[in-house]
């Protein structure tokens, strides 16, 4: 049974624009909820997390929204630029457990 | 920042030849690491956790004959796909826990492995 549940699968957004992409989670015990960029050929690199405490993180161009009653969280992407074309995966863990990741978000931000 | 340093980053070997991938943390010690597999455009899947010093904990349906790991320290854990089959290609990818870090999961760079 799949625990996180991400979408839209694929994202064309134009450069300038906002990405926005959506996940759902099952288990009301997870308390980490962290944002993966994977490019082609390359291990998942860490872009933003958040705790269920706060309902809002911006780092930079990045910013986590967060709602714990629908329990849902999402990664807004502003002024998206073609190097932000990649895949994105949401995941949710708690106490240092394995992290349980969505099925993921391919983004093609075009110029 | 940690890091995370996984070998090879591709290899290609003969069907029924084993292969070991290393997953290194430079600069912390990973108590728990995770090995991953990601078929082409899918999300990760979890192969196993293990802790230094004790055996794995392989999820369903994984063959703990065909993958084994090893976590001899806290600063390596080593994948070995034995036997390999062509349905063993894939990418798989390490990740090493340290709870002391804010966000405590890092991914190695991930390995390919073609088996021909």
């Known amino acids: 049974q799949q625990q996180v549940k991400q979408s839209p699968q694929s994202l064309i957004v134009q450069k300038g624009g906002i990405s926005i992409i959506n996940c759902a989670y099952e288990?009301?015990?997870?308390?980490?909820f962290p944002w993966y960029q994977q490019f082609p050929g390359k291990g998942p690199a860490l872009l933003i997390a958040?705790?269920?405490?706060?309902s809002e993180k911006k780092e930079g161009r990045f910013t986590i929204s967060f709602n714990k009653s629908a329990k849902q969280f999402s990664l807004h992407i502003m002024d998206s630029q073609p190097g932000d074309s990649a895949t994105y995966f949401c995941?949710?863990?708690?106490?240092?457990?394995?992290?349980?990741f969505g099925g993921g978000t391919r983004l093609m931000v075009k110029p | 920042g940690a890091v995370v340093s996984q070998h090879p980053s591709w290899v290609i070997c003969k069907s029924g030849t084993s292969v070991k991938i290393e997953c290194r943390s430079l600069?912390?010690?990973?108590?728990?690491m995770f090995w991953y597999r990601q078929f082409p455009k899918q999300s990760l899947m979890l192969m196993a956790t293990?802790?230094?010093?004790?055996?794995?904990?392989?999820e369903q349906g994984v063959e703990k004959d065909k993958f084994l790991i090893n976590h001899a320290s806290l600063t390596l854990s080593t994948l070995t796909v034995t036997s390999a089959h062509p349905e063993d290609s894939s990418f798989y990818i390490c990740?090493?826990?340290?709870?002391?870090?804010?966000?405590?999961?890092?991914f190695g760079s991930g390995t390919r492995l073609t088996v021909v």
């Open positions: 288990n009301t015990a997870f308390d980490y």
């Open positions: 958040i705790r269920p405490d706060v």
């Open positions: 990740s090493a826990y340290q709870p002391q870090n804010n966000y405590g999961y890092t």
């Open positions: 293990s802790n230094e010093g004790s055996k794995a904990t392989y």
């Open positions: 600069d912390f010690q990973a108590t728990t």
């Open positions: 995941a949710a863990t708690f106490g240092g457990n394995m992290l349980t």
